[in-house]
C-alpha cells in the first residue's frame, strides 16, 4: 500500500511539472468549467422563478445538489478523465505493453498515472460552489449526514468513472478509436438531474443499471434524511459491485489483448 502511495506521488508531481509547461491549456480548461458551472447554475435558477419546488426539492435543496455533481465532475476531469481517455490509443497501438510490463497493478497505472493538474483550480473551485451552496441551506445539518453527504460525492466522483470505464473497456474487442464513449457522454446526462423527476422505472435504472442517479442526486438526497443510513449503505454496495464488475471486464479484456509484438 505505502508502495503504491509513494507512486502515486510520483504521478502528482510529474503531472503538475508538465501543465505548468502548457499554460494555454491551463487556462482554457478553467475558462470551459467556469462556463460549465455558470450554465447549470442559471439553468436551475430559471426553473425555479417560475417554480418553488423541483421533485419535491426546494431551490436552497438543489442548489447543493448542482454543487455535488458539479465537483463529481470536476473530481472525474482531475484524477481520471485523461487516464480513461487514452485507453483506446493504449490498445489500438500497442502501447498497453509498456504498462503490462510494470511490476504493479496494470489496473492501478492505467487509471490513475496522469493526475490533470490543469484541472486543479477548477476543482478547488467546484468545491467552494459546494460550501457556498451548503451555507445558504436554512435547516441544520448534523455532521453524519454532512460527512456521509461528502463520502458520497467522492464516491460518486469514483463511481462516474468506473462506469465510464465500462463504457471504454469494449475497445479490447471492437478496436474502435473511442470504445462507447459517445453513448456515455449522452447517458451522463442524467446525473445533472434529480432523479425523483423521472418515472418509477428509468429511476429504477438510474439507481442500478446506470447508476447516475447515485453519484449526486443520492448523496443530496443523504443530506435532507433523517435515517442516512440504508440509502448510504446501497449506493456503496452498488459501487463496490460495478468495481468488481470493472475488474472482471479489465482481466477479460487483457486476455484478448494484442501487444504490439504479437
Not at 18 to 35: Q, S
Amino acid at each position: 500500500m505505502i508502495r503504491y502511495l509513494r507512486l502515486y506521488c510520483y504521478f502528482l508531481r510529474f503531472s503538475f511539472s508538465k501543465a505548468l509547461e502548457f499554460r494555454v491549456d491551463f487556462y482554457f480548461r478553467f475558462l470551459m468549467d467556469v462556463i460549465y458551472y455558470v450554465v447549470n447554475l442559471a439553468f436551475f435558477k430559471i426553473i425555479f422563478l417560475h417554480s418553488k419546488y423541483l421533485a419535491g426539492w426546494s431551490e436552497e435543496q438543489v442548489t447543493i445538489f448542482v454543487g455535488a455533481f458539479i465537483v463529481v465532475d470536476a473530481v472525474y476531469m482531475t484524477v481520471f478523465a485523461n487516464n480513461s481517455w487514452s485507453i483506446s490509443a493504449l490498445v489500438n497501438k500497442g502501447d498497453l505493453d509498456y504498462y503490462l510490463i510494470r511490476p504493479i497493478s496494470t489496473f492501478f497505472f492505467v487509471s490513475l498515472r496522469d493526475f490533470a493538474a490543469n484541472s486543479f483550480l477548477n476543482l478547488l473551485m467546484a468545491g467552494g460552489i459546494l460550501v457556498w451552496a451548503m451555507t445558504r441551506y436554512h435547516e441544520p445539518l448534523g455532521v453524519t449526514q454532512i460527512l456521509l453527504f461528502l463520502l458520497l460525492v467522492l464516491n460518486g466522483a469514483f463511481l462516474y468513472f468506473l462506469v465510464a470505464f465500462l463504457f471504454i473497456v469494449p475497445v479490447f474487442w471492437t478496436q474502435s478509436s473511442r470504445g462507447l464513449q459517445p453513448l456515455f457522454w449522452t447517458a451522463a446526462r442524467f446525473m445533472e438531474r434529480p432523479h425523483r423527476i423521472f418515472t418509477r422505472y428509468v429511476r429504477v435504472i438510474l439507481l442500478t443499471v446506470l447508476p447516475f442517479s447515485l453519484m449526486a442526486s443520492m448523496p443530496a438526497t443523504v443530506l435532507f434524511e433523517s435515517n442516512p443510513w440504508p440509502l448510504t449503505l446501497g449506493t456503496l454496495a452498488v459501487t463496490a459491485a460495478f468495481f468488481g464488475c470493472v475488474l472482471l471486464v479489465w482481466r477479460q479484456g487483457l486476455r484478448n489483448y494484442s501487444s504490439a509484438s504479437s
